[in-house]
């Protein structure tokens, strides 16, 4: 079973994906101090809540507890306890009940290594991108991931504070990392930072291998380009000869493009459904100069008849701008709205790689947090899947995580000098779990069948 601590954690696109690969796993701990993640998080990962232990304890006992947490309410600052205090008493209940039954940290900057459990296969960490991306570079943010910067990208090195403290306190590392973040994080401005960080996994005794990725060459119907780096921990010299070799010959930057899920299977533009209408009226907006702007400038993705393309840009945190993920044309608006609409809060759900049942169930148990005011409104919605990763990108890497795993870890079957070794395809998704692999390695003993530890 792999033990894995989500960094980062967001809505769980990472226990998402290992669960579609079908792998045996148990999330330890997450660490997500936005509220509305770690909530979303929660009813998506384990169900609908059961709040009967919580039912007899006090709004300001709710409120002590959940202060020990530095949480957000909004994703970017620390949340206001006065502005919590004015959240009804069951929405606080649901509140302290997600982070229990996710095992949430809050955020990564209280997080000691003692917190951790001592086991850990996989430590995932998509740190924030506000600071790398190209978007930020136009508002004039360059900062990135420079240590000295104290920024929301800057929360890399607390990745590195934490190792540190593993390594120091003579604790096992976790046997995987896995990084994922913009591409911009290989550009000339942070490219050196990158690389500092890069040498300091190595100098624990990991092997990194860095991937640029397009989730529209993993099955899914969306273009989105993001740099992953999988780093395996290899203490001695053998087990970094097979990883090295594994990544020659299996690396995903080179493979054969998978077929895509039909672009139709992410959309609802069937009106005669009560909900998807009322969604997509909800993500109708007011015909004005600048939705003019975006229809101007944005590709069609349903003409209102048929699908005209077989995948969509870049899901971003906002549909209602420019440029846009696409337009899906609208002949139902009502007078006054737009001839298109943006893609429903399902639908970026679908569009990265989540069940129809992961939004409902999120949908179904809003909170309130104003008698006027949900949690989570079609804007926030948005937000959520915009800052997750596409699931059938992180199903091909878990793939290589369980195959790496089986032959460094599990004692399984290593080939000897040039001979071939066939694994079988899994079942749920039809890849590979482990590839056809030739390995030359010197490193292993004549007749060794076992890679004995």
């Keep these: 079973m792999l033990r894995v601590v989500e960094a ?95 095992r949430n940290l809050g955020s990564i900057t ?20 506000q600071d790398l991306s190209i978007c930020g570079s136009w508002h004039g943010n360059m900062s990135g991931i420079d240590r000295k910067a104290n920024n929301r990208s800057g929360m890399l090195w607390e990745v590195e504070r934490i190792l540190q403290e593993m390594h120091e306190a003579k604790r096992k590392l976790p046997k995987f990392l896995l990084m994922e973040n913009v591409s911009n994080i290989l550009s000339k401005n942070h490219l050196s930072n990158f690389k500092e960080w890069q040498g300091f996994l190595e100098k624990l005794g990991y092997v990194n291998k860095v991937y640029t990725l397009n989730a529209a060459n993993f099955g ?48 609802r533009t069937d009106y005669s459904v009560e909900r998807y209408k009322v969604e997509a009226d909800i993500s109708n907006m007011n015909d004005t100069p600048s939705r003019r702007k975006i229809f101007e400038d944005n590709e069609v993705v349903f003409d209102g008849i048929k699908f005209v393309t077989d995948s969509v840009n870049t899901l971003t945190t906002k549909q209602d701008r420019n440029p846009t993920s696409g337009l899906i044309m609208y002949p139902e608006h009502a007078p006054g709205k737009s001839e298109y609409r943006n893609f429903t809060p399902r639908e970026c759900f679908l569009l990265m790689g989540f069940d129809e049942e992961d939004y409902e169930v ?60 066939k694994y079988k395809k899994h079942k749920k998704v039809g890849i590979k779990t482990v590839s056809d692999i030739t390995f030359m390695e ?3 003993s004549k007749g060794a069948d076992k890679f004995a530890l």
């Excluded at 086991?119 to 998509?126: A, E, Q």
């Design 8 to 102: 980062f954690s967001g809505i769980g696109s990472q226990a998402k994906a290992l669960e579609k690969l079908g792998l045996e796993f148990k999330i330890v701990n997450t660490v997500e101090w936005d509220i509305a993640a770690c909530y979303a998080y929660d009813l998506i990962h384990n169900g609908e809540q059961d709040l009967t232990e919580y039912l007899n304890i006090p709004k300001d006992e709710l409120l002590r507890i959940l202060s020990k947490y530095s949480l957000s309410t909004d994703g970017k600052n620390p949340a206001n306890m006065r502005f919590l205090k004015t959240w009804p008493e069951d929405s606080l209940r649901k509140v302290l009940c997600a982070i229990n039954r996710t």
């Design 362 to 421: 999120i949908a179904a148990n809003n909170i309130k947090i104003r008698k006027d005011k949900n949690l989570y409104s079609r804007e926030r919605f948005e937000k959520l899947a915009g800052n997750s990763i596409v699931v059938d990108v992180l199903v091909a890497i878990f793939a290589q995580v369980d195959q790496l795993n089986a032959m460094l870890w599990n004692g399984a079957y290593i080939p000897r000098n040039g001979e071939k070794r």
């Design 442 to 444: 010197k490193g292993l």
């Design 220 to 267: 899914s119907p969306q273009k989105r380009v993001r740099t992953y780096m999988l780093s395996v921990f290899c203490p001695d010299s053998r087990r970094k000869k097979v990883v090295e070799n594994y990544f020659e010959k299996n690396d995903l930057e080179k493979q054969e493009p998978m077929k895509r899920r039909d672009i139709k299977t992410c959309f």
């Design 110 to 129: 209280d997080v000691t290594y003692d917190m951790l459990p001592k086991k850990i296969d996989l430590l995932t960490y998509s740190f924030p991108c």
